[in-house]
């Protein structure tokens, strides 16, 4: 197969910049190259940018346990500027990795805006999928993971409860595997297990936010009511595709 010249410094560039984004020889490069339709675009940057999930369901399908309007502002206002806030910041600091996975797992490396409002922007679109009306309990694989790791549903719910109870001020619940092992733990802020920065390490399989925003419309202070009522919207095939 012919390779034209433009395809070819189209694939050279594309190489370059995955190594080394925005070097002065990939620019460099850039600006020499001519072309047969005028310029040739570094414009799908390999600098990450994070967008916000579509809402599975809408703003009042989580009802009794989710009020609507919790989940609209939520999702309209707190999600939105995190998402915001984290583009900002990755392009005003020039942060270069390409992948979410590599700028969580050098977030100790990041700005504080770029750390606080990526977790914000991941933490959300995940919070997101792994809730759905109607909820359910864990079957086939789920349930025999956490009755394995934890005993029964009902202890795992215990143990996810205490860490979502005694994460002091806001943060996150995670259920998390641990190469093979599931864990319970939390999060301060918009801190995730995926983040070089957190005690808890994992893949995510399940979160919960405990931010007063997150319920004190309809529970006010009384976060036991808000966590008690959440397992009745956990779509826990979500949760089994994490798994995999
Ligand atoms: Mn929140």
């Given at each position: 197969m012919?390779?034209?010249?433009?395809?070819?410094?189209?694939?050279?560039?594309?190489?370059?910049?995955?190594t080394a984004l925005g070097t002065p020889l990939a620019l460099k490069a850039l600006a020499d190259t001519p072309s047969s339709s005028g310029n040739i675009e570094l414009s799908a940057s390999t600098a990450l940018q994070f967008s916000q999930v579509a809402l599975p369901y809408a703003y009042a399908a989580l009802e009794p346990s989710i009020d609507a309007m919790t989940m609209e502002i939520h999702y309209t206002k707190h999600h939105t500027a995190y998402i915001k806030n984290v583009n900002e910041a990755i392009t005003a600091d020039k942060v270069s990795f390409g992948?979410?996975?590599?700028?969580?797992?050098?977030?100790?490396?990041?700005?504080?805006k770029a750390k606080n409002n990526g977790g914000g922007a991941w933490n959300h679109n995940f919070f997101w999928q792994v809730m759905k009306p109607g909820g359910g309990q864990p079957t086939g694989k789920i349930a025999d993971a956490i009755n394995g790791a934890f005993g029964s549903v009902d202890k795992f719910k215990e143990q996810?409860?205490?860490?979502?109870?005694?994460?002091f001020g806001s943060g996150w619940a995670w259920l998390v595997n641990d190469g093979g092992k599931l864990k319970i733990g939390s999060t301060p802020n918009q801190d995730n297990p995926l983040m070089d920065v957190s005690d808890l390490k994992g893949t995510p399989l399940l979160?919960?936010?405990?931010?007063?925003?997150?319920?004190y419309l309809k529970y006010q202070n009384k976060r036991n009511e808000y966590v008690a009522?959440?397992?009745?919207?956990i779509n826990w095939d979500e949760v089994a595709k994490r798994l995999a």
């Open positions: 012919k390779t034209t010249r433009r395809e070819f410094v189209q694939q050279a560039l594309k190489a370059t910049t995955l992948t979410e996975k590599d700028f969580f797992a050098n977030a100790s490396k990041l700005s504080a996810f409860t205490q860490a979502a109870m005694t994460r979160a919960l936010d405990v931010w007063e925003h997150a319920y009522n959440w397992y009745n919207v």
